[in-house]
T-cell receptor
Framework: GAVVSQHPSWVICKSGTSVKIECRSLDFQATTMFWYRQFPKQSLMLMATSNEGSKATYEQGVEKDKFLINHASLTLSTLTVTSAHPEDSSFYIC???????????????FGPGTRLTVT | GNSVTQMEGPVTLSEEAFLTINCTYTATGYPSLFWYVQYPGEGLQLLLKATKADDKGSNKGFEATYRKETTSFHLEKGSVQVSDSAVYFCALSSAGNNRKLIWGLGTSLAVNP
């Protein structure tokens, strides 16, 4: 159990276009999901916390108007990179914590990631 | 604020060698501690965790003990295999309900046959 999927696994888009990435918890409900960005050979950078039914909480320095997050249901969060530019090229990863194990453990399950390349 | 410090890599070992990857943390209260692993071309996977002092997390031959007195959570394995080659991340989650993970920078491990 506790599987998280992401779609697409990779995408190439032209500069100026928008790209939507989906994150789904397949066998559990998650009130909270997280979006990360990972640069080559570096650690994960938390971009935002996605909350079902409310606005996402963005980390300092992350443009909320550029990285739109929608958490419309307990199993789906989407990240839309608007007006993408080559510097947005990166590996985007989502994670979720099952509501059923909510508590101090705070264990997260990760999606396989989405490789975005903006040309 | 909370932080995690991991030993820098890359670490290169021969098969069957002993592995230690150091991880120390700074946190208020009583955080939960995690080791995640990222195999080449794959997503992050939870390797092991510990939620309170003196707990030992273990999985796939890896172990880590939550040492509050030294604020450490070092990862160890007695005999590594080529298949253990991956990037290992230490992380902590503060007590409370915001569920954020604070990450170390990751340590790349390469095991040669």
């Amino acid at each position: 159990g506790a599987v998280v999927s992401q779609h697409p696994s990779w995408v190439i888009c032209k500069s100026g276009t928008s790209v939507k990435i989906e994150c789904r918890s397949l066998d559990f409900q998650a009130t909270t999901m997280f979006w990360y960005r990972q640069f080559p050979k570096q650690s994960l950078m938390l971009m935002a916390t996605s909350n079902e039914g409310s606005k996402a909480t963005y980390e300092q320095g992350v443009e909320k108007d550029k990285f739109l997050i929608n958490h419309a249901s307990l199993t789906l969060s989407t990240l839309t990179v608007t007006s993408a530019h080559p510097e947005d090229s990166s590996f985007y990863i989502c994670s979720a914590t099952p509501d059923r194990i909510a508590g101090d453990s705070n264990e997260q399950y990760f999606g396989p990631g989405t490789r975005l390349t903006v040309t | 604020g909370n932080s995690v410090t991991q030993m820098e890599g890359p670490v290169t070992l021969s098969e069957e060698a002993f592995l230690t990857i150091n991880c120390t943390y700074t946190a208020t209260g009583y955080p939960s501690l995690f080791w995640y692993v990222q195999y080449p071309g794959e997503g992050l996977q939870l390797l092991l965790k510990a939620t309170k002092a003196d707990d030992k997390g273990s999985n796939k031959g890896f172990e880590a003990t939550y040492r509050k007195e030294t604020t450490s959570f070092h990862l160890e394995k007695g005999s590594v295999q080529v298949s253990d080659s991956a990037v290992y991340f230490c992380a902590l989650s503060s007590a409370g309900n915001n569920r954020k993970l604070i990450w170390g920078l990751g340590t790349s491990l390469a095991v040669n046959p």
